[in-house]
């Protein structure tokens, strides 16, 4: 099993990395300068992109404002690419993307590409789609990752990552951004208590979830309508978290949190200065933890 987009529909791979596009290309004071993000996205796709009327349109026939999800996903990335880039100043130099799509980082990011190795994990065919693109692509990558395909919910991390040159007993940094809500709990916990295991003192992970929290009834109906369209896309949500099972979670997994913020933390670090409407909208959960 695996996936970006069924039939004409953008999986949420590319859904995610068309909005980072379109942020760069047309929004003042990007939270998170992705200029490789175009790169990645099919021809079709691109000139929709670069094309301020049709983004317009997009937006105004769009059945919510999506920019209210997309600020969370961004927001997000960056609050990752903070941390990576404190460890890096610590001399991490190995870099695991959990659920990378079509993340950037290691394409974009030349002035820490001869210090962290960039590993990237996910389903295989988003792989070949991100390699094909990336070979197609004008600008010189900063690096090209080690792609390490692994189904979440039928594989092992461990198992994927011994074929690589990643090193365990070395400290790294990891990421898991905008991918657990796609997957069972039992994935969820498995995966984390093997990271816990593959992390050796001094590393980091942060990730992302969505948190069972008291909603208004514009977000429940906002939720409901973003839940159908990627389930009709082929990729439904499947985990809703209580903050606090999740931190023991964390805990039975072999990770202690060090810092659990919210979509008003992300608001408070990234956005407050913007006047375009572009803010993290909907709940938001953010975690930083290492090893215990
Ligand atoms: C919403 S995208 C986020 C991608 C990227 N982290 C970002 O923020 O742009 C979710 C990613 O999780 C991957 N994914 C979902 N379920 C997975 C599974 N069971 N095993 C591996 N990858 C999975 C998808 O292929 C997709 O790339």
């Given amino acids: 099993m695996a996936k970006t987009g069924k039939g004409e529909s953008l999986g949420t791979a590319e859904g995610a990395v068309l909005g980072r596009a379109t942020h760069t290309l047309h929004d003042e004071n990007p939270v998170l300068n992705d200029t490789w993000a175009i790169e990645l996205?099919?021809?079709?796709?691109?000139?929709?992109?670069?094309?301020?009327?049709?983004?317009?349109?997009?937006?105004?026939?769009?059945?919510?404002?999506?920019?209210?999800?997309?600020?969370?996903?961004?927001?997000?990335?960056?609050?990752?690419?903070?941390?990576?880039?404190?460890?890096?100043?610590?001399?991490?130099?190995?870099?695991?993307v959990l659920g990378a799509g079509f993340d950037t980082f290691a394409l974009r990011r030349h002035d820490v590409a001869n210090r962290l190795r960039v590993f990237e994990i996910d389903f295989s065919d988003v792989q070949a789609l991100k390699r094909e693109r990336i070979e197609r692509a004008k600008p010189a990558p900063g690096q090209i990752p080690t792609f390490v395909p692994v189904d979440f919910e039928t594989m092992s991390i461990s198992e994927g990552l011994a074929t690589s040159d990643f090193d365990s007993t070395k400290p790294s940094i990891w990421s898991w951004m905008n991918t657990i809500p796609y997957l069972t709990n039992e994935a969820t916990e498995k995966t984390l208590a093997e990271v816990a295991r593959l992390m050796a003192p001094g590393s980091r992970i942060v990730l992302n979830y969505q948190g069972k929290v008291p909603l208004t009834q514009a977000q429940i109906d906002y939720l409901k309508t973003l839940g159908d369209l990627v389930r009709e896309g082929g990729e439904p949500m499947k985990s809703l978290w209580e903050p606090d099972d999740f931190e023991t979670m964390l805990t039975r997994c072999g990770l202690q949190t060090i810092d659990h913020s919210t979509e008003a933390d992300l608001f408070e670090r990234y956005f407050r200065d913007r006047t375009d409407g572009m803010y993290p909208g909907m709940p938001a959960r953010l975690i930083t933890a290492r090893p215990a």
């Fill in 41 to 96: 996205l099919g021809e079709a796709t691109q000139r929709e992109a670069r094309d301020v009327e049709h983004q317009r349109r997009a937006r105004e026939s769009a059945p919510f404002d999506f920019r209210l999800i997309l600020a969370v996903g961004i927001g997000s990335l960056r609050y990752a690419e903070d941390e990576v880039d404190r460890c890096v100043s610590e001399e991490i130099d190995q870099y695991v």
